[in-house]
């Protein structure tokens, strides 16, 4: 069974630092691109940042170039955000999602969320 | 970033069909395949049309997706009450080099 689990969210204060981790199994993770994705509360999908198998082509959102860091530990079926300063508007459910083989952003299986909440 | 633009809310009642529109440009929609995906609240969303019109196992042929041009659309017919969700599109833009969502439609059935 195809598994996502997000973890490492929390309470941040604005400027600081967060590193989100996504945890998969019940496929071969290094075959798949993964993306993250977030939802503001009571606000619509938002793309965030998506990594190639191996990692060496990686995209960001425009709203979070230069201070988010998505990467992948094929090894551990992991990938991460990591999150720098960050502002009240990145204040979100962060989902990791695996992207159907040869698509672009057909989102198969996404876990089921981390909350960020950026305050002070 | 999001420039996918769909109706905000539709609303129909059992048995009847609704669509819902979505609505790009010619660096998104018109060269790259739409995909439609299906929230419950309080839940992850859920795949239910890929490659512009391929509904993956398990998601009923009540829903059906098609594409024109720099626009799509996602069919619902026979609506029953376990439909009412929030449907997103979304759309690789070749310009941005990004994952565009619509802003999402929320479905009342009446």
């Known amino acids: 069974e195809v598994q996502l689990a997000e973890s490492g969210g929390g309470l941040v204060q604005p400027g600081g630092s967060l590193r989100l981790s996504c945890v998969a199994s019940?496929?071969?993770?290094?075959?798949?691109?993964m993306h993250w994705i977030r939802q503001a509360p009571g606000k619509g999908l938002v793309w965030v940042a998506r990594?190639?198998?191996?990692?060496?082509?990686?995209n960001y959102a425009d709203s979070v170039k230069g201070r988010f860091t998505i990467s992948r530990d094929n090894a551990q079926n992991t990938v991460y955000l990591q999150m720098d300063s960050v502002r009240a508007e990145d204040t979100a459910v962060y989902y990791c999602?695996?992207?159907?083989?040869?698509?672009?952003?057909?989102?198969?299986?996404w876990g089921r969320g981390t909350l960020v909440t950026v305050s002070s | 970033q999001s420039v996918l633009t769909q109706p905000p809310s539709t609303s129909e009642t059992p048995g009847q069909s609704v669509t819902i529109s979505c609505s790009g440009s010619?660096?998104?929609?018109?060269?790259?395949?739409v995909n439609w995906f299906q929230q419950f609240p309080g839940t992850a969303p859920n795949l239910i049309i890929y490659?512009?019109?391929q509904r993956p196992s398990g998601v009923p042929d009540r829903f059906s997706a098609s594409k024109s041009g720099s626009s799509a659309s996602l069919a619902i017919s026979g609506l029953q009450s376990e439909d009412e969700a929030d449907y997103y599109c979304?759309?690789?833009?070749?310009?941005?080099?990004?994952?565009?969502f619509g802003g999402g439609t929320k479905l009342t059935v009446l």
């Open positions: 990594i190639e198998k191996d990692g060496r082509t990686i």
């Open positions: 490659r512009n019109d």
């Open positions: 979304a759309a690789w833009d070749d310009t941005l080099n990004a994952v565009l």
């Open positions: 999602a695996r992207v159907v083989l040869g698509s672009r952003n057909a989102f198969d299986f």
């Open positions: 019940g496929f071969t993770f290094s075959s798949h691109w």
């Open positions: 010619s660096s998104n929609i018109e060269k790259n395949t």
